[in-house]
């Protein structure tokens, strides 16, 4: 097991007051790449954009069942994607 010192070691943060008040930087598409590419390999996890589909069947196949698990997505403008 990992102590607090090894890990700030590992990962160096420093606390400021503004500690939970300022959000995280986003993330780019890079960064989620790897993150879906990590989730696959380790835990056999496959996230994959509905747009990243190649057709229509596997496209409404897939938003299916995301609906039943997880509720119907809202819809998202331009601006905010």
Not at 19 to 36: F, I, N, P, W, Y
Not at 41 to 68: C, S, T, W
Request: zero cysteines.
């Amino acid at each position: 097991m990992k102590t607090k010192r090894m890990q700030s070691q590992e990962n160096p943060r420093i606390r400021t007051s503004l500690h939970g008040k300022v959000g995280r930087a986003s993330t780019d598409d890079e960064q989620l790449q790897a993150m879906r590419r990590a989730a696959w390999h380790k835990q056999g996890v496959a996230m994959i954009r509905v747009d990243d589909l190649p057709n229509e069947f596997d496209r409404l196949a897939v938003e299916a069942i995301a609906n039943e698990l997880f509720g119907k997505r809202e819809k998202r403008s331009d601006a905010e994607a």
